[in-house]
C-alpha cells in the first residue's frame, strides 16, 4: 500500500515557478515509477512527466518538455515537479500517482493540488 500527498500548489504569474511535492508513505514507494498528472476543468486527466523507479528514465508531455523538470529521492520517498515559465494554460488539479512503468495505469492516486497560473 503507498499513500501520496501532494503540495506546493498555489496562485503564480504567466513565467513565474512553482515546485509541487509528493510525499509518499510506504517502504515499497521505490519499486514503483511516479507520474505527475494535471487535470483542467472540462479536460481529461493526462500525463504530465513520469520518472521511473531509479530516476534514470524521465518522460514528459509535449505541452512542457524544456520547462518542467521532474525528479525523485527514494531515501525522502518523493518526486518533485520543478515547472518553470509558467503559463496560464498549465491551470489544473495536479495529481502524483504510482505505477508499475511510466506509462502503466497508476495503482495509487494522492489528492491533488490546485495550481493556477494568471496571465
Known amino acids: 500500500q503507498v499513500q501520496l500527498v501532494e503540495s506546493g500548489g498555489g496562485l503564480a504569474q504567466a513565467g513565474g515557478s512553482l515546485r509541487l511535492s509528493c510525499a509518499a508513505s510506504g517502504r515499497t514507494f521505490s519499486r514503483y515509477a511516479v507520474g505527475w498528472y494535471r487535470q483542467a476543468p472540462g479536460k481529461e486527466r493526462a500525463l504530465v512527466a513520469g520518472?521511473?523507479?531509479?530516476?534514470?528514465?524521465?518522460s514528459y508531455a509535449g505541452s512542457v518538455r524544456g520547462r518542467f523538470t521532474i525528479s525523485r529521492d527514494n531515501a525522502k520517498n518523493t518526486v518533485d515537479l520543478q515547472m518553470n515559465s509558467l503559463k496560464a494554460d498549465d491551470t489544473a488539479n495536479y495529481y502524483c500517482a504510482a505505477a508499475s512503468t511510466i506509462s502503466s495505469t497508476p495503482d495509487y492516486w494522492g489528492q491533488g493540488t490546485q495550481v493556477t497560473v494568471s496571465s
Open positions: 520518472i521511473s523507479q531509479s530516476g534514470s528514465v524521465t
